[in-house]
């Protein structure tokens, strides 16, 4: 049976609902996310799934053009 697990990270960057739509779809896209939540106002991306690496989802919100800041 595999785990389901929910991690939060702080997104540097992020100024508008395009911002949080953009990384949403980008995190959204690995395999094993079930779910995704960004909150603007706070600056923080909840991701909840089977075995989702922090360094893939660095790099998904990287792709989408923001960073992953160092506090969670």
């Known amino acids: 049976m ?3 697990a ?3 990270y702080a997104v540097r960057g992020m100024t508008c609902h395009h911002c949080a ?3 949403d779809e980008e995190v959204g896209r690995l395999a094993g996310v079930t779910r995704v939540d960004v909150d603007l106002a706070a600056g923080r991306l909840e991701v909840t ?3 989702v690496a922090e360094d893939e989802v660095r ?3 990287e792709e989408a053009g ?3 800041a160092a506090d969670r």
């Open 66 to 68: 923001y960073e992953l």
């Open 6 to 8: 929910t991690a939060t």
């Open 59 to 61: 790099l998904a919100v």
């Open 21 to 23: 739509a953009a990384v």
């Open 2 to 4: 595999t785990e389901i």
């Open 49 to 51: 799934g089977e075995a």
